[in-house]
């Protein structure tokens, strides 16, 4: 059965918790058990985009969780840098307030890349359809937009 991204992932984090995931070959059987196809790459993927990490259970077994709160979800820098790369089309700067462009409709999603990545310059993002502001630190305005140009690749 074919679903959208945002479907799969739901149905992951359903799984995750319910279930005592350890691997992620069991979150493709159990995907396929309800008839959707999935990759252990695309699966991957996914578990990275929710900010899923491995717990230790009771036994010394360890599970895939993802953390209740949005701030405790931080994303690896390689998510970061591939969802700028894919997604951020242009950057400017008003003091510490950082402009980002993206195309129409992505905006959330660099946004909650950027919410979630840790950076120690970053206080937040509010995103519309195709623009967001990141707000930075006092005086880290430039610092904030010069990464995220780096991490961008543009």
Known sequence: MAISKQQRQHRIASFLAEESVTSQVQLVELL???GVTATQATVSRDLEDLGAIKVRVAGGATVYAIPELPVDQVAP???LR??????LVAVDRS?????LRTPPGSAHVVASALDRSGLARLLGTVAGDDTLLAIASEGDGAALASSLIDLAGL
């Open 95 to 99: 003091g510490d307030l950082v402009l």
């Open 82 to 87: 591939r969802v700028l790369g894919e997604w």
């Open 32 to 34: 396929s058990a309800e």
């Open 77 to 79: 820098s390689d998510h």
